[in-house]
Structures are given as structure tokens and as C-alpha cells.
């Protein structure tokens, strides 16, 4: 059953942050060559709560893909990089997923693969695009919209807004206590849709990828908790493990 992670840290020296900076380039390469990793994708963070033009230069983030939550516990913890990234960084959490919806491509590939499985209880939302270079201005007049819409809806437990490329390669990853609050956020006439119409009417992107998970773990603190999950309704087979370290 394919997992998905998206690990993320946060640097707080000078020295910390610009070493995270510098690993834009080579970790790439060390984190391709982890055994077992499928898709793999290094990303720095925006100040806002979803699609952002100023950067967060204290936060990074890991999205992965595994065969399971096993491999990739034991990279997390058996490799090089991830270890000197946890040994960096002044606070770290990662998120564990099964991917149960996914629709579009990133950079051309289809990098989640649905499983049959039950999301009732905390769920996951990954919007991603890459917004055509010669129309950038004209998506970033949309961007306080799209940022409201996300910051402002009281029922999402967790939200962050990543992208690999400044600009023009954006994402938004969100957690909702059940699909009923997702989809009550995310529903047609809302100020969320409204905006990402308008911007696809306006043929602002070039490629685009939406995906849901179903919550199974998180582990570490963000902001100095781990994101209260306990009053979101667990349906599935596995419990849900938090574990704060």
C-alpha cells in the first residue's frame, strides 16, 4: 500500500537556514538515492496559508512516496540526509498518508496511486500548480483570495503552503477533521472554488494536481504542538498513531 510523507522543518540560526538554502541542490541528489523512495520532491515554504509569492526562509518541506509507512520510517531514520536534516533543524514533524483520490500530473508524472481504503475521520488535501511563466503577474492578483479563503475556514486542523520554484510552482497542503468540512471548504460556490475559477478560466496554469489522503500518523511538533487530531472521527482499520517527540 503506497505511503506518502511530507516532512517538514523548520531552521532558526542563520547558519541553519542557510545551510537548508545550499541543500536545494545536492539533497536532490542524496534523497533520489534512498532505497525504496519513489517520488521525491524538496520544497521551501511561503509565509501564508496557501499559494504564496514571499518565501519562508526557516521552513523546508519533504514530500515522498514508499512502498509503505515502514520504508519510510526506516529511511527516516536509517539515512544520512534525513538524519542531518532532523539534527539542523530546531523543530521537525512529519505527516504519514495513504493517498485515497488523485487527479492531474506534477511535472508531467502521476506521482499517487489511490488506494481502496476508507477516509472517513482526518483527511488530507494537496493542491498543485504550475502557473505559466508569461501570465505569473496576473495568477498573483488572485493569490489574496485563494490565501483567505484557505486561512480563514475555521475546521482546518493544519495548513502550510510549499512550492519547488518561487513564483511559478506552487502547492497548498491542508488537514480537515473528515471529508464533510473538505468538502464544505472546497464547495462550488465558495470563495476557494470562486478564485481557483477564475484562475482556470483564465488559463493560468500549465499543469495542476489535486490529491486527498486519509491521516495515519504524525510525528514530531509544528509551532510547538503536533496538531490536535483527537476530535476528528477514526473509521479506519489502523488506528491513528500521534506521536510527539
Known amino acids: 500500500m503506497q505511503s506518502v510523507t511530507l516532512s517538514l522543518f523548520r ?9 537548508a538554502l545550499f541543500q536545494m541542490g545536492p539533497a536532490r541528489f542524496a534523497l533520489r538515492a534512498i532505497r525504496d523512495i519513489g517520488t521525491v520532491k524538496l520544497c521551501g515554504s511561503g509565509v501564508g496559508e496557501g499559494f504564496t509569492p514571499i518565501p519562508d526562509t526557516s521552513v523546508y518541506a519533504i514530500l515522498a512516496t514508499w512502498p509503505d509507512h515502514d520504508a519510510a520510517r526506516r529511511a527516516m531514520f536509517g539515512t544520512r540526509i534525513f538524519r542531518r536534516y532532523a539534527a539542523m533543524a530546531d523543530e521537525r514533524m512529519t505527516i504519514f498518508l495513504t493517498p485515497t483520490a488523485a487527479r492531474g500530473q506534477w511535472d508531467g508524472a502521476t506521482p499517487f496511486t489511490p488506494q481502496k481504503v476508507a477516509d472517513a475521520g482526518p483527511v488530507a488535501a ?76 483564465e488559463g493560468l496554469f500549465k499543469e ?38
Open 126 to 201: 494537496l493542491t498543485r500548480a504550475t502557473v505559466r511563466m508569461r501570465t505569473a503577474r496576473r495568477f498573483w492578483r488572485h493569490e489574496p483570495a485563494l490565501s483567505r479563503a484557505i486561512g480563514s475556514d475555521p475546521n482546518g486542523l493544519f495548513k502550510i503552503g510549499v512550492g519547488e520554484l518561487p513564483l511559478v510552482r506552487q502547492a497548498t497542503f491542508s488537514i480537515w477533521p473528515d471529508t464533510a468540512s473538505m468538502a464544505s471548504f472546497a464547495r462550488a460556490d465558495g470563495p476557494h472554488a470562486t478564485a481557483i475559477r477564475a484562475v482556470r478560466d
Open 208 to 245: 495542476e494536481l489535486y490529491a486527498r489522503f486519509r491521516v495515519d500518523a504524525i510525528e514530531g511538533r509544528w509551532a510547538g504542538q503536533t496538531p490536535d487530531l483527537t476530535a476528528a472521527r477514526i473509521d479506519h482499520a489502523t488506528d491513528m498513531k500521534v506521536a510527539a517527540e
Open 11 to 19: 531552521f532558526g540560526t542563520f547558519r541553519a537556514r542557510a545551510w
